[in-house]
């Protein structure tokens, strides 16, 4: 079935769609609870859910959970940062050839620009959801540098030019889904060690950041967890929070969010509708 067949169903049937769609959470739910279920022994203690509905129709959700036991952040912390990494590799994965279900269901990860998430940005338009991801040789947090580390503007400007160049050569590997290029291999095609690859990286962290171990063909895929997708078989992007502050807004801009998304239809009727104003 085609794309454009699947979004007529919603649409002649949307109440339909939303009771399965409610139904297949509720079961979902029920497995993520499971002392047996996708946490490794990391018991769900509790969940923020909030669902939105697409111009289309179509539901999907936010969601935050609470683990039992889950390792706490602490950057001061070395034996804090190994045990977040570790938990990290064990529950959230990019990998594009998964063993645990089909590779066609990796498409459904893998991040298609469009309208909505493009941003301008001193002059240049950029993916608002950072995508391309940076490829990288193993997970990690990285922080942003301190104030004892100054660049010059100079150096910020060569920094930024060399990122848009890397980010240019991540679009033209993106594409190439049969890409086997490795993390190595990709810094010898952009000239780069990996010391000044990682401080590019960092350089406009404003807080810290999780950098997931990601293949250079793996930069459009979305977060996700093996298990769940093999349940769920639909899109997902996981995240670790790092920062308990960061986790409070996000939970009240999603609480205070408006429904504002605009289809194409409408777009064109109001850009129509300008031309005779």
């Known amino acids: 079935m085609n794309y454009e067949k699947k979004c007529d169903l919603i649409r002649n049937d949307p109440v339909t769609c939303v009771r399965y769609f409610e139904h297949r959470l509720k079961c979902l739910w029920e497995i993520l609870s499971a002392p047996c279920g996708p946490f490794h022994g990391y018991e769900l203690e509790d969940k923020y859910v909030r669902v939105e509905f697409q111009v289309r129709g179509s539901p999907h959700i936010y969601a935050l959970l609470w683990l039992k036991n889950a390792p706490k952040y602490d950057k001061n912390n070395p034996e804090s940062i ?19 279900f089909s590779e066609e269901l990796i498409n459904l990860q893998r991040h298609k620009h469009s309208h909505t998430c493009k941003k301008h940005v001193n002059g240049c338009i950029i993916c608002r959801f950072g995508i391309p991801y940076f490829p990288m040789k193993k997970t990690m947090i990285l922080e942003p540098f301190g104030d ?28 190439d889904t ?10 010898k095609h952009i000239d780069m060690s990996e010391e000044e690859y990682i ?17 250079p063909n793996e930069v459009r895929i979305n977060a996700y967890n093996s298990v769940m997708m093999s349940l769920h078989k639909a899109n997902m992007d996981i995240q670790f929070i790092l ?35």
Do not use: H
């Not at 490795?182 to 810094?187: A, C, H, R, V």
């Not at 590019?200 to 999780?210: F, N, Q, S, Y």
């Open 243 to 277: 920062d308990p502050y960061a986790c409070l807004m996000y939970c009240i801009d999603y609480i205070s969010k408006s429904e504002n998304g605009m289809s194409k239809l409408l777009r064109e009727a109001l850009n129509e509708l300008k031309k005779w104003q």
């Open 199 to 215: 401080k590019m990286v960092r350089v406009e962290l404003i807080k810290a950041k999780v950098s997931l171990k990601r293949a």
């Open 148 to 175: 004892d580390k100054k660049f010059t503007k100079k150096e910020r400007e060569e920094i930024c030019k060399n990122k848009q160049i890397v980010i240019k050569e991540l679009e033209k590997i993106s594409r």
């Open 178 to 187: 049969d890409n086997s290029l490795t993390f190595d291999e990709f810094l």
């Open 82 to 100: 190994e045990k977040c990494i570790e938990f990290i590799d064990k529950l959230i994965s990019v990998n594009s050839k998964p063993t645990e």
